[in-house]
Structures are given as structure tokens and as C-alpha cells.
């Protein structure tokens, strides 16, 4: 029996199942759980969907009114947790990555517990475990597990819109180096199945607030620094900076990857001050620079080769310093 039949197996000797993912919610994670929850009702069975926190504005034309959150809902999500006898980790390796609070539910659960995640280094925890660091998208991993379990015929526009979403947004539409003619083979079932792809694109990319515009205009003609000599692009902005263009979350999603963009840049770096701490973006292109070291060991953070996120305590400046005085050690020059 492949991990995915016994996957399948799992949901239908399930009576309570809890569907997990990371906390700061991204199209991934969110698309993911959507649709594995309308998979499983395809199946006949029910589940509930609990999430550290609220998605980002960019995805709420999605329906995500059956996601409990745990920054609004704790003891519906507590009582979730309790009474779970399956319960699905998504798009993440770690307990750690659901937030304190959701963390310690999670460990104290003593139901099965199934992984399905693509990023490096999982650690032991799950019952059962998809764990495929070449995949694309955790989304591409349930579109996997919805055809190797044998109910491609199940798979409708309802499922497959979230599904190609997490794909969409992962891959930065289908531009980094996981995109392989499998993840293209399965966004062809996607499509064939009813998915409109091309209302997904405008719904994400056509879909900027007034504000959120300016702010990204203004973090790139006052606020981008470029570090010449070695084709670094640095973005800091500060909570005041924030406040002034009524910051949401998800605005500054795509400033790492705007600065990327410029002409010749090897890596971009993009942080920002807000909920006490310094949040980090890190985004590279090619083989050779990889940034996700930088941020697991110097930044408490991690990811992949070319897309990672940490964190810092110390100031705005101060972190801009440290950055300014790493970046040669991992980006040579030239």
C-alpha cells in the first residue's frame, strides 16, 4: 500500500479530523488545507480546519470563513484539539511553526498525527509522513495524494481552486527551480477538472489597495539600498513606516521579490518592524546562493534555497548593520 493509500485509510477510520497549518498563513498553507478539508468531504467525512492566525487580505477572495483561528476562537480550536483522533500537519516540519499557543495543543494530542510538507529538515513527530523536499508546494503534495489515493474522478473546481493557488503562489507562478514537469502534469488534472486559472491569477495580482501600492512605492524609491559589489538588495522598513501607509497584512509580501527583480541581483533582503520583533524575507536566484543558511544561522529562521524568512530582536539599524556586514561572507563579490 503506497503512503497515500494509507493516508486515505486514515480519513475514512477518522471520526474527528483536524487540519493544521504554519503560523503567518501564505497561499500555501492555506490552499492546502481548503483543499484537503473539501477532499475529505468528497470522501464522505468531515473536518475542521484550525489555523494559528487569519490569512493575509490578498487571499480573502478565497471562502476561509470555515477556518477557526486560534487568535479568535481558542476554545473552539482547544476542544478541536481534544477531541481530534486524526489530525493533519501541513506545510510545515516542525511543531514549533504553529505558534506557541496551537504548539503545545498539537503536542499534547496523543491522536495519529500525518505530516504532508516540502520543506528541509522535518522533524519526528508525525505518525505518517509525506515529506518531499522537491515538490513545489505542499498544494501540489494533495493534489498527489488525491490522485496516487485513486479519486482523481472526486477532484471538481471547489477543491482545485485553493489547490492551485498554493501552487501558484509557492512557485512564484511556476518561476523557481521546484517547478518539474510533474508539478505541470497535475495543474493539467487541476484544470481539466474545472479550475479557472485564469480568475485565480486576477483575483491574487489584481487585487492591490490603494495604500498598499504606495507603500510598496515608497519602500522602493526611498527605503531599497543595493549593495553593488555584491548584487544584494536590502528593503527595511520601520512600524512608523507601516503606520503611515495603514499597513495590512500582506502588503509588503512582494517587496523581496520586486527587489529581486532589479537588473543583475543575485539575493534581496526585506524586514520589517511589527509585533515587536524584525521579520525577515529573504529571496536569491540560482544555485550558488543559497540564502536559507543565512537565515537559519543568523536569524533563528530558515526555508528554502532560494526563499527563506527569520527574525531579529534587535533594532531596525542595528539589524540593517548585521545584514550589511553578512552579506559578504555569503554572497561573494563579483
Not at 242 to 264: C, E, M, P, V
Not at 270 to 290: A, H, L, Q, V
Request: proline letters at 4%; charged letters at 20%.
Amino acid at each position: 500500500m503506497n503512503i497515500y493509500k494509507q493516508i486515505e485509510a486514515e480519513i475514512l477510520a477518522a471520526s474527528h479530523i483536524v487540519i493544521t497549518a504554519h503560523k503567518s498563513a501564505d497561499g500555501d498553507s492555506v490552499g492546502s488545507s481548503l483543499g484537503l478539508l473539501h477532499f475529505i468531504e468528497k470522501l464522505g467525512k468531515s473536518a475542521v480546519v484550525c489555523h494559528p492566525d487569519a490569512a493575509p487580505d490578498f487571499l480573502y477572495w478565497l471562502d476561509t470563513s470555515n477556518i477557526l483561528l486560534m487568535t479568535d476562537h481558542p476554545e473552539q480550536v482547544t476542544e478541536a484539539f481534544e477531541t481530534a483522533d486524526l489530525i493533519f500537519c501541513l506545510d510545515y516540519n516542525g511543531t514549533d511553526r504553529v505558534g506557541p499557543e496551537m504548539q503545545s495543543l498539537l503536542e499534547a494530542a496523543t491522536c495519529k498525527k500525518i505530516m504532508i510538507d516540502h520543506h528541509l529538515n522535518p522533524q519526528d513527530f508525525p505518525t505518517l509522513a509525506v515529506s518531499d523536499t522537491s515538490a513545489s508546494s505542499t498544494a501540489q503534495l494533495i493534489v498527489e495524494l488525491i490522485d496516487q489515493s485513486g479519486h482523481i474522478d472526486l477532484l471538481d473546481e471547489n477543491i482545485g481552486t485553493p489547490l492551485y493557488l498554493g501552487i501558484l503562489t509557492d512557485t512564484g507562478s511556476f518561476r523557481f527551480p521546484a517547478v518539474a514537469p510533474r508539478t505541470h502534469e497535475l495543474i493539467a488534472k487541476l484544470l481539466a477538472a474545472g479550475v479557472k486559472h485564469h480568475l485565480i491569477h486576477e483575483a491574487l495580482n489584481d487585487n492591490n489597495t490603494e495604500s498598499r501600492m504606495r507603500l510598496q512605492g515608497y519602500a522602493m524609491s526611498e527605503k531599497l539600498e543595493i549593495m553593488e559589489d555584491y548584487h544584494v538588495a536590502i528593503v527595511p522598513l520601520t512600524k512608523e513606516e507601516l503606520a503611515q501607509y495603514n499597513f495590512k497584512k500582506g502588503d509588503t509580501d512582494s517587496l523581496a521579490n520586486l527587489a529581486l527583480s532589479i537588473r543583475g541581483m543575485k539575493a534581496a533582503i526585506m524586514f520589517t518592524e511589527r509585533d515587536g520583533i524584525i521579520k525577515i524575507s529573504f529571496r536569491s536566484k540560482g544555485e550558488n546562493n543559497p540564502v536559507n543558511l543565512l537565515a537559519a544561522e543568523h536569524f533563528e529562521g530558515g526555508g528554502h534555497a532560494n526563499a527563506a524568512g527569520g527574525m531579529s530582536n534587535l533594532t531596525v539599524q542595528e539589524t540593517l548593520d548585521k545584514i550589511k556586514s553578512l552579506v559578504p561572507l555569503y554572497f561573494p563579490k563579483g
